[in-house]
């Protein structure tokens, strides 16, 4: 038996949609300190840059950034074609691209039985451009870059997909039904793909974090003048055994395994990556 590590990694390129996030810079240098060439695409070329020579001068490896738009197919056709001229083949991809926006959360978790005529906050009220651009961008996304940047992949007859989703999939949490929706819908085309790449020598495959404190949620966590834990941010506290949120650096070795030939008969998963939430039943 081969010793178990890595090295199948190394020198191969993986995109990264949404690189210039929180948990896509995270998960760009975990993966470029294991020796694979990481391109960051983010739809602001200016994140994408910084990011990627941040990451490059830490770790000594190669890391590029490039704009690119996920909901925009010409965009990423695009991208792809500098991508192969500069780094050659993909053969690895991350769909991390998503996030929430206020406008399509509720203010509130549920409708209270005497309050069915004040419905402004509510599911009743929610702003549906916010919507269908939360559930868009979360979903279509993943669809649109898949189709893309894994072309060169299914001329090869291998890689590797890893698609970010979320405890929502699972359990979806009060306040945002469009996110909650959206990586619902992520779970399943990620098994949908998965079968349908079987023979091809393409794995599709999942993480879901659970709670880490992102640009996008810090809204629902903390109070913006106190900077104490929100009633929703303790709640989720309260029902994490580990009792804490994730650092998103603890992300990195469980997407390693899925884009290694270590795991090389793994796919149509989803990983839950959470401190124990999905275990937990509340008592």
Known sequence: MNNLNFDDLKDQVCVITGGAGVIGSALATGLASAGIKVVILDINEEN????????????????KGYQANVLDEASMQSVKEKINQELGD????????????????????????????????SFYDLNLDSF???????????????????????RLGKGAVVNISSMNAYKPLTKIPAYSAAKAAVNNFTQWLAVHLAQTGIRVNAIAPGFF????????????????????????????????YGEVDELA???LYLLSDVSKFVTGISIPVDGGYSAFGGV
């Open 213 to 244: 404190s992102t640009n996008q949620n810090k809204f629902l966590l903390y109070d913006e003048k106190t900077g104490e834990l929100t009633k929703r941010g303790k709640k989720i506290i309260d029902n994490t055994p580990m009792g804490r």
């Open 132 to 154: 269908d651009f939360v559930f868009d961008l979360n979903f279509k996304g993943t669809v649109i870059s898949t189709r893309i940047l894994t072309t060169d992949m299914l």
């Open 48 to 63: 994408a840059r910084k990011v990627a020579s941040k990451i490059a001068q830490a770790t000594g490896n190669i890391v």
């Open 253 to 255: 070795g469980t997407v």
């Open 90 to 121: 993909i053969t690895l991809l991350i769909n991390g691209a998503g996030g929430n926006h206020p406008k399509a959360t509720t203010q509130y978790e549920m409708i209270e039985k005497d309050k069915t005529n004040e419905l402004k906050g």
